[in-house]
């Protein structure tokens, strides 16, 4: 039902912002790289007069083929919410930086450059906000900047979202309200340094639980990544109580599962290598110690590894001897989409569509279960 596009930028100066900038923002990939037929969604190639090509013309092109699809622009991220507190910092830096974020991605107001962006060139791509701030009151990237007083203006800003939102969408005499939604933490730490739990869920349309990365490959014992349940650590039960415990309604609870692993190599201790010590990271196609499922599956059906799995804790992971990964295969995902559809939770997220085998073994999975077949 959902795609969140990931991800948007936010500048020094506190705004929403998009260029050609290596490592902070990719004009080229959003709006203006032109597909030929054979990748494009119908089957047209781009034009060089077309003031929108890239992926947003993808997405355009994709809510056209399927009207109830919703797409939202995900702002920040663990390595783009550098500024995010300086841009909640204060009523005026609050204002100003919803205003542009709604300018340039909700009435599509994008960077001229050639013949692509100009006024209007994205509008109606997108459907409501998705905020990805890796975290308000608590350490995240090591460049990001935070504040004890994150957690207010988080608050304030979140209203801010909702207040300009709603004038924007009667503006426009718009049927349907823009949606609005915040990617948030396992850790209850997190949670309370950071979330006004009661005040902002009246505000967002759902919130997106972060179900993974519970360890990650760069600490000295493998661990589980993304367990269902847990005695004693995180686990995805764990924080769905830690919500609802704060005051969150369970309907508007999404739950985040992986669509990738966490790998660790030089594991000794033998048995099933789960919870022994690791020399590093296990070797990958992109980086050290993470690896997309699509990738894990190979593994796991060349007879090399061994599947190992925790059925009352709901989780998975393989072992060589050697080099363990912890992920979610399509046993795991039915295990977790029946505790979605038990709790009356409001469904599922997955990060991300990328890493999922070329045939959606990953989402198919997902997607039957939740309608409990």
């Not at 905020?131 to 350490?139: F, K, N, T, V, Y």
């Not at 559809?341 to 469904?347: A, D, P």
């Amino acid at each position: 039902t959902h795609i969140n596009y990931a991800f948007g930028n936010v500048s020094p100066q506190g705004r929403c912002f998009t260029g050609n900038v290596p490592g902070e923002a990719d004009a080229w990939a959003d709006y203006v790289r032109p597909l030929d037929a054979a990748n494009s969604v119908d089957g047209v190639a781009d034009t060089g007069e077309q003031p929108l090509a890239g992926n947003f013309n993808q997405l355009r092109e994709l809510k056209a083929e399927h009207p109830g699809l919703k797409v939202l622009i995900s702002l920040g991220g663990w390595s783009w919410s550098t500024h995010f507190s300086d841009a909640a910092l204060t009523p005026a830096s609050r204002k100003a930086f919803v205003e542009s974020c709604i300018d340039l991605y909700i009435k599509g107001n994008l960077p001229q450059d050639g013949a692509r962006g100009g006024a209007g060139a994205a509008a109606g791509v997108f459907d409501g906000i998705d905020l990805d701030w890796e975290w308000p009151g608590s350490a995240g990237d090591t460049d990001t900047t935070y504040r004890p007083e994150d957690k207010q203006n988080f608050t304030a800003l979140v209203k801010e979202f909702r207040t300009q939102l709603d004038a924007y969408a009667r503006s426009q005499k718009k049927k349907t309200k823009y949606e609005l939604s915040a990617f948030v933490p396992t850790a209850p730490a997190k949670i309370d340094a950071g979330f006004d739990v009661r005040r902002i869920m009246r505000d967002l349309d759902f919130v997106t639980l972060q179900g993974y990365d519970f360890h990650v490959s760069g600490e000295p014992r493998t661990a589980q990544q993304s367990a269902l349940r847990a005695q004693g650590d995180f686990s995805v039960d764990g924080t769905v109580d830690a919500w609802l415990r704060r005051g969150a309604p369970a309907n508007k609870l999404v739950m985040g599962m992986p669509f990738y692993g966490q790998g660790w190599t030089g594991v000794s201790g033998g048995g099933d290598g789960m919870g022994q010590p690791a020399t590093g990271p296990a070797p990958a196609t992109w980086a050290a110690g993470y690896e997309d499922y699509k990738a894990l599956k190979k593994l796991a059906d060349s007879g090399a590894y061994t599947i190992h799995r925790d059925r009352r804790g709901g989780h998975a992971w393989l072992f060589d001897g050697t080099t363990l990964w912890t992920y979610d295969d399509p046993q795991v995902l039915r295990a977790k989409t029946g505790y979605i559809r038990e709790h009356g939770l409001g469904g599922a997220m997955f990060w991300s569509l990328d890493a999922d085998t070329a045939d959606g073994e990953l989402m198919t999975a997902v997607d039957r279960g939740l309608r409990g077949r």
